[in-house]
């Protein structure tokens, strides 16, 4: 069984500071991982792909992947109180020619003015 | 670019009756389109699996025979939901794969209520 765990929150951070959303995955093959945003209501958004180990920046979103240890996080910087949603990790299945991605339960996010 | 649509966005039906959803990817050609169920304060459940020009692969427990989906294009895939009940009121999503990435983009949803 393929899991992708995330903690579900709510995680309440005070605006301007930094939010930091982990998840963890089981299938030690998975090749790409996925963070997604839902506000309520709404349908998911892709923020961030990251595909090798380390870290990579886009705007004030920074996702970080270690495989070996099959941790993925996703640090928010500068928190605004539009980044109130959850947010799922999502990853792929590792098997060949699949292109289903597993996701987490998300992890609500609440940003205080 | 990677915008995803769907029609309708919310729709309100009569137990007994079918649905019909359109999920079309307007700016790229989608070699894959998934069919989600969420419903409220739950996460996301995939239905199922479509090709363009192939029979869809649905995930266990989803009945083929209630949800038909049809991907008839590179950007047009349907879901109709067949003699709905009120049980199958939910929030259904559509997401779109470019060929050669395994990003998946989604539509906005559609909201279904069978009364």
């Known amino acids: 069984q393929k899991e992708v765990e995330q903690n579900s929150g709510p995680l309440s951070v005070p605006e301007g500071a930094i939010a930091s959303l982990n998840c963890t995955y089981s299938?030690?093959?998975?090749?790409?991982f996925f963070w997604y945003r839902q506000y309520s209501g709404k349908s998911p958004e892709l923020i961030m792909s990251?595909?090798?180990?380390g870290d990579k920046e886009d705007g004030r979103f920074t996702a970080q992947l270690n495989k070996a240890s099959q941790y993925v996080s996703l640090l928010i910087r500068d928190s605004q109180p539009s980044d109130s949603a959850t947010y799922l990790c999502?990853?792929?299945?590792?098997?060949?020619?699949?292109?289903?991605?597993?996701f987490g339960k998300g992890t609500k996010l609440s940003v205080i003015p | 670019g990677a915008v995803v649509s769907q029609h309708p966005s919310w729709v309100i039906c009569k137990s007994g009756t079918s649905v019909k959803i359109e999920c079309r990817s307007l700016?790229?050609?989608?070699?894959?389109m998934f069919w989600y169920r969420q419903f409220p304060k739950q996460s996301l459940m995939l239905m199922a699996t479509?090709?363009?020009?192939?029979?869809?692969?649905?995930e266990q427990g989803v009945e083929k025979d209630k949800f038909l989906i049809n991907h008839a294009s590179l950007t047009l895939s349907t879901l109709t939901v067949t003699s709905a009940h009120p049980e199958d009121s939910s929030f259904y999503i559509c997401?779109?794969?470019?060929?050669?990435?395994?990003?998946?983009?989604f539509g906005p949803g559609t909201r279904l209520t069978v009364t």
């Open positions: 997401s779109a794969r470019v060929a050669g990435k395994y990003e998946q983009y």
């Open positions: 299938d030690r093959g998975s090749q790409s």
């Open positions: 990251i595909y090798s180990n």
């Open positions: 999502a990853v792929t299945d590792s098997g060949a020619g699949s292109y289903q991605l597993t």
């Open positions: 700016d790229f050609q989608a070699t894959t």
């Open positions: 479509s090709n363009e020009g192939s029979k869809a692969t649905y």
